[in-house]
Nanobody, 123 residues
Framework: QVQLQESGPGLVKTSQTLSLTCTVS??????????WHWLRQPPGKKLEWLGV???????YYSPSLKSRTSISRDTSKNQFSLQLSSVTPEDTAVYYC???????????????WGQGTQVTVSS
């Protein structure tokens, strides 16, 4: 059973970089066709996809956030990370990591989800 766990600061100041890590157990970041996603849900808003790192290390980002988003991985630790730069209070949200098959899959198709972690950006 694959399990994902988000970790990182719950409070970030405006203009700083938000950094979160997702630790994977029971599965491997390099399993063929696997894809490892970051998403968020601001209060009162819909779930928003941020980006993905595929099993081969390739990355894809939401066009609206591409200039501020970076996803990387550490295969030795079986972790992948999200960095979102120049944050504002509008980046306040519950952030989720998730996993599925194929980087192009939609959230409804993801097989595994972390529990989510609240990140608040203070002005």
């Amino acid at each position: 059973q694959v399990q994902l766990q988000e970790s990182g600061p719950g409070l970030v100041k405006t203009s700083q970089t938000l950094s979160l890590t997702c630790t994977v157990s029971g599965g491997s970041l390099t399993t063929s066709t696997s894809a490892w996603h970051w998403l968020r849900q601001p209060p009162g808003k819909k779930l928003e996809w941020l980006g993905v790192i595929a099993y081969d290390g390739s990355t894809y980002y939401s066009p609206s956030l591409k200039s501020r988003t970076s996803i990387s991985r550490d295969t030795s630790k079986n972790q992948f990370s999200l960095q979102l730069s120049s944050v504002t209070p509008e980046d306040t949200a519950v952030y989720y990591c998730a996993a599925g098959n194929g980087w192009y899959a939609s959230p409804s198709e993801y097989e595994y989800w972390g529990q989510g972690t609240q990140v608040t950006v203070s002005s």
